[in-house]
């Protein structure tokens, strides 16, 4: 089973950082992209970055110029650093693996983390 792990969430007042990091563990073979969504209470997930496994990073409209999307070449391990944060940057925050294949299967799945939470206050 493919499991994804989030860590770097808290508090934090307006106009700090964060850095969002998303491990993921289990016998996968390859990966297409890792994101990172925002889900606010009594709504649904929204997509907030991305990175493809070639690098390739992709921003909301919201977050672009603030939040950067690395990766560890070789791993399927994300971070996501948040800066210049904002109180509407506040949610829980998932990590999901889009396209995973596992060692040897030959389907590709999604999977989602846990989440982490992220409150800034203003």
């Known amino acids: 089973q493919v499991r994804l792990e989030e860590s770097g969430g808290g508090s934090v007042q307006a106009g700090g950082s964060l850095r969002l990091s998303c491990v993921a563990s289990?016998?996968?073979?390859?990966?297409?992209?890792l994101a990172w969504y925002r889900q606010v209470q009594g709504n649904e997930r929204e997509l907030v970055a991305s990175?493809?496994?070639?690098?390739?990073?992709s921003y909301a409209e919201s977050v672009k110029g603030r939040f950067t999307m690395s990766r560890e070449h070789g791993k399927p391990v994300v971070h996501m650093q948040m800066s210049s944060l904002k109180p509407e940057d506040t949610g829980v925050y998932f990590c999901?693996?889009?396209?995973?294949?596992?060692?040897?299967?030959?389907?590709?799945?999604?999977?989602w983390g846990q989440g982490t939470l992220v409150t800034v206050s203003s």
């Open positions: 990175i493809t496994n070639g690098g390739l990073p």
């Open positions: 999901r693996g889009e396209k995973i294949v596992m060692l040897g299967r030959s389907s590709q799945h999604n999977y």
């Open positions: 289990g016998r996968i073979l390859t990966w297409h992209t």
